[in-house]
């Protein structure tokens, strides 16, 4: 949504200035005379005739990509998109007084499951596929991370939930100086990314990997999409210190972590919900009763496993998705039965949160 009490705490991300006007067809900067155009639910915000040699792939490749994320109508927040939020709100605290930034927030997912609990939340991010839900509830800015459009110290709190591991080295250290810059004194962040560390328990893991790989021998379900979205992940920072190190950099002084030692997690992901998918996938197929025409094998070949998506396998998948969605109503049954097992997921945290591995919730603060 585009909302008056965004406009206080901006500035121009071109020029710095915070000499900035609104007119009818959107923010003008009065150093500089560039115009942020005012589009559906979301300020254009993108500095002008800034020339950068990183671009996501979420920008790149927008267009490809809206129709494979399926992005615009929300689920709850339930399984690993669960486990992570509920680590958000335990770890950043959220208060009614706060102003919030979602920096990268991609569909704007945590932004919308926490907006009513603070006062204004603000999703940020360069490419614009955000939810049907975000755009009627958070306040959306189509920016770079690089040069935020907003002033110095106007936010409470920000968090960066699955960003970092996207970047080159340079690009994080300008995230985190931009986000740090934008957090008042004693202002807190919270990120979840990963680095290459193994877990000490990663045999234990593997099990679950391994027999989720004979389902996809059985031809029971596809892991292309899942490749696919982790396809740009660079993870520049690689170890634990290089982590607290680029913190360091940006000024941001670590207060509490949780690693995520992924044992119940892996388990529920790559056999429970895996199968449970394939299974809804098919009924659906058969409820449509393809006459004649043989099943399309193409997404479940075990070749499958690659950088290309299948479009079957996508397809059959976000039907399964939809499928569950339609009965995600809070308190329904299915609603119920994935609580559970994001609690299941959540064991992790408690048990073996202590135990230095890749995956980690961090909460920093930007000094008094
Ligand atoms: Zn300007």
Redesign the pocket.
Same mark, same amino acid.
């Given at each position: 949504m585009i909302t008056r009490e965004l406009f206080p705490l901006l500035q121009?991300?071109?020029?710095?200035?915070r000499?900035?006007y609104v007119a009818d067809d959107g923010v003008h900067?009065? !150093?500089?005379? !560039?115009c942020y155009g005012f589009h559906a639910g979301y300020i254009d915000l993108m500095p002008r005739a800034a020339a950068y040699n990183y671009v996501s792939k979420y920008v790149t490749d927008e267009a490809e990509l809206a129709e494979e994320l399926d992005y615009r109508e929300l689920a709850p927040a339930l399984l690993a998109a669960g486990v992570r939020d509920r680590a958000l709100r335990r770890m950043l605290r959220f208060r009614r007084s706060d102003v919030v930034l979602d920096n990268g927030c991609g569909t704007a997912k945590h932004a919308v499951w926490n907006a009513d609990r603070v006062r204004l939340m603000v999703g940020s991010d360069p490419a614009t596929l955000f939810a049907d839900a975000a755009v009627a509830q958070v306040a959306l800015a189509k920016a770079d991370s690089r040069s935020l459009p907003f002033a110095d110290g106007g936010f409470d709190k920000a968090f960066a939930i699955d960003i970092l591991e996207h970047f080159p080295l340079d690009v994080i250290d300008d995230y985190l100086a931009e986000t740090a810059r934008v957090l008042r004194p004693g202002g807190r962040m919270l990120a979840f990314s990963n680095t290459r560390e193994m877990s000490p328990i990663q045999p234990l893991i593997n099990l679950s990997r391994r027999l989720g790989r004979r389902f996809v021998r059985a031809g029971l379900y596809d892991f292309s999409r899942e490749a696919r979205r982790k396809s740009d992940h660079l993870k520049a920072l690689e170890t634990w210190e290089d982590v607290l190190a680029a913190f360091e950099r940006a000024g941001l002084r670590p207060v509490k972590v949780v690693f995520w030692n992924s044992l119940f997690t892996t388990f529920v992901e790559h056999v429970l919900m895996k199968l449970g998918e394939a299974i809804l996938g098919r009924m659906k197929d058969e409820g449509r009763g393809m006459k004649g025409a043989p099943p399309q094998r193409s997404g479940l070949h075990p070749s499958s496993f690659n950088p290309h998506p299948s479009p079957d396998g996508i397809a059959r998948e976000i039907r399964a998705r939809r499928r569950i969605r339609g009965q995600l109503r809070p308190g329904s049954p299915v609603y119920l039965a994935l609580m559970a097992v994001t609690l299941l997921m959540e064991l992790d945290l408690w048990l073996f949160g202590w135990m230095r591995c890749g995956s980690y919730f961090i909460l920093v603060e930007k000094p008094r």
């Open positions: 121009c991300p071109t020029c710095r200035s000499q900035l900067c009065a !150093s500089c005379a !560039s």
